[in-house]
């Protein structure tokens, strides 16, 4: 685990992401928001960014993020995707140490596909 383990550090920014939906209208949000019309996550390179995921719904949400790896925080383990049960809240941290416009989504297509989505943008 030491190997892969991601490096001690505070955190430079924390993103609040509430995963919430409803069935009708079938529509899944992060942060009350469906995606395209979702704003993007801000995030400037070389901080070490958390994600505070809470799973406000009765569903299970497989939570994935492109172009990073993360680590949960309490476990260390180092994943590009976790699994939220409903109520759930975990802390994902992660450096960011790859520019660009990232998705970030439930790995539920059905759920992606209404909106569970967003983007982990990196200004200057
Ligand atoms: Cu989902």
Redesign the pocket.
């Known amino acids: 685990m030491a190997g892969t383990a991601i490096a001690a550090r505070e955190s430079d920014r924390t993103h609040d992401l509430v995963?919430s939906g409803s069935m009708n209208p079938y529509r899944?949000t992060i942060n009350g928001q469906s995606f395209p019309d979702a704003d993007p996550l801000e995030v400037r390179s070389n901080e070490r960014v958390s994600l505070a995921v809470s799973n406000m719904s009765m569903?299970?949400?497989?939570f994935h993020l492109h172009g990073h790896t993360f680590a949960v925080r309490g476990s260390g383990v180092r994943k590009d995707t976790v699994l939220l049960r409903p109520m759930q809240r975990l802390v994902l941290d992660l450096d960011a140490d790859n520019p660009g416009q990232w998705a970030a989504h439930?790995h539920?297509a059905y759920?992606a596909e209404t909106g569970?989505m967003t983007t982990l943008g990196y200004v200057t």
């Open positions: 995963l899944w569903m299970v949400h497989p439930c539920n759920h569970m």
